[in-house]
């Protein structure tokens, strides 16, 4: 390991094994998300996953997308007034779990402290959904809300794309999809991002360094692969790492956990970034764990990088466009 483990993350794993992600068939997976929705709303999950912020009010609300509905989890602040800007959020969990809810803690903050409306996408998950539709659902809810900035009180000019894990993938993508799309992004935020979702990730010595980890294990690793990515799909496709052209994608910040197996992922695309001329903050948290920022009560790093991220966005979203630093 690349360092110690929080000791209450320790205790959980311990009282909390992993499924065994090699053999997991598609059934198995849907009674693990019923099971995970059940204890995210358990007195355990809330000691694990923090209180959200009372200065956001917390809603659903569906979107109507081409052939598809999606639900979408939404906090708005309580006090502020006019036009917002927006953050559109991604969760984590590989694309064959996760749910909204697990990111309150973070989102509701944003919310409140940032002045925005924040929207997570309950995107479409594998197996049922294997890529590409999540990445589709990224795009057409970033397209869909910014399209319909006067229903939602939205500033469709100050937008930020936000997502952890996997929901980073959906974040980054829809960053670059926007360039080509001629829409505004003022910022992305990147949190323990998976973008690689080729073989080549097991490669990185993060991933070797830090296989002990009880959060992306390797096999929880080579699970969201073999389940998300459809047999014939090339995963290069949607790995951000392997896109072509990054020129003109909106600044970044990237946050990594030094107890990641994907820590790796971070610096490897900063470096992308800034080779394209894309500003980039990389921030590393050495004793946190991946998904850290969905555990805020077992992971004390959580709360910093919460703050970073809180003011990254209050500079990025003012009302006048700040110059890439």
């Not at 309580?78 to 779990?97: D, K, M, Y």
């Not at 500033?155 to 997502?163: C, I, K, S, T, Y």
């Not at 389940?227 to 990594?256: E, K, N, W």
Request: hydrophobic letters at 45%; a neutral charge; glycine letters at 6%.
């Amino acid at each position: 390991m690349r360092g110690t483990i929080p000791r209450r993350m320790r205790i959980l794993a311990a009282l909390r094994p992993e499924p065994d992600w090699d053999t997991i068939t598609p059934a198995d997976l849907v009674e693990l998300r019923a099971a995970q929705a059940k204890v995210l709303r358990s007195p355990l999950g809330a000691v694990v996953r923090g209180r959200t912020d009372r200065g956001a009010l917390i809603s659903t609300r569906t979107l109507e997308l081409p052939g598809r509905a999606v639900d979408v989890r939404v906090h708005r602040p309580r006090r502020a007034e006019g036009v917002l800007p927006l953050v559109l959020a991604f969760h984590g969990g590989g694309l064959i779990v996760g749910t909204p809810v697990q990111d309150d803690w973070l989102l509701s903050h944003l919310a409140a402290r940032c002045g925005a409306v924040v929207v997570s996408v309950d995107y479409r998950l594998a197996p049922e959904h294997p890529v590409p539709a999540p990445v589709h659902d990224a795009y057409d809810a970033f397209a869909h809300l910014v399209d319909r900035a006067d229903q939602w009180g939205i500033d469709p000019h100050r937008v930020a794309l936000l997502g952890s894990s996997a929901g980073a993938t959906l974040a980054a993508l829809t960053a670059i999809h926007a360039v080509a799309q001629g829409r505004a992004v003022r910022t992305q935020v990147l949190i323990n991002p998976q973008l690689d979702w080729t073989d080549a990730t097991f490669e990185y010595p993060s991933f070797g360094e830090n296989a002990d980890a009880p959060t992306a294990t390797p096999a929880n690793c080579r699970a969201a692969q073999r389940i998300a990515l459809p047999p014939s799909f090339d995963p290069a496709s949607i790995s951000p790492l392997y896109h072509p052209d990054l020129a003109g994608v909106a600044p970044a910040l990237i946050v990594s956990a030094g107890l990641d197996t994907l820590e790796d992922h971070s610096p490897a695309y900063a470096a992308r970034l800034r080779a394209a001329n894309v500003a980039v903050t990389l921030t590393r948290h050495a004793e946190a764990t991946h998904a850290f920022l969905s555990m805020p009560g077992l992971v004390p790093a959580a709360r910093p990088a919460r703050a970073e991220i809180r003011t990254h966005l209050v500079d990025r979203l003012a009302e006048r466009a700040r110059v890439p630093r």
